[in-house]
């Protein structure tokens, strides 16, 4: 039930992009870099988990240091995204209380969510999803083949949508 409605909200915010096009502020390749940088580790990491090695164990220096370098590379993306915040906010970005509300979730919205603009929106639920991530190797110790279906396919494809949006500002 939870994945049908992270999946309905990730979907309304795909069919929403269109619109959020001339929402985002000007464009940023440091942050275009960032992004393509975290997709190859993203991949990488995926990889040797659903390869056996290492990675999928959750106390493993391998995910630690996965997920500790994820986390600030969001988080560096966040702060660049609010001092080139667009103009008018994204209308998704009302919902994202309830997103993150789910279980599995760590990641706490700022008071001013509402003005997110599109960009920020998606850098917060790219956090949201490496959440979901994250604790499910954690809740069993092990990431798994189906985690890795399901968690780090909805984790690429959010890497994917930042990226997206990064290059529909690009002059």
Known sequence: MMRRGLLAFLMSGALS???CISL??????????ILNQMSEQ???FLA??????????ATSNE???YYAGAYDTIDRLILRAESRQGPVPCAASAGLPNLLAQPGGQTQLPDDYRRFDCRQ???????FTLDQMKSAQDKDGILS?????IYGTQVKAEIQGAITIADTSRP
Not at 121 to 127: A, K
Not at 145 to 149: F, H, K, R
């Open 48 to 57: 040797s988990a659903g390869a056996g090695k290492q990675a999928r164990v």
């Open 17 to 19: 992009l269109g619109g």
């Open 121 to 127: 929106l998606q850098l917060y639920v790219l956090r």
């Open 63 to 65: 995910a630690i240091t």
């Open 42 to 44: 993203t991949a990488m």
């Open 24 to 33: 985002i502020g000007g464009y940023d390749p440091a942050a275009d870099q």
């Open 145 to 149: 083949v189906a985690d890795i279906d």
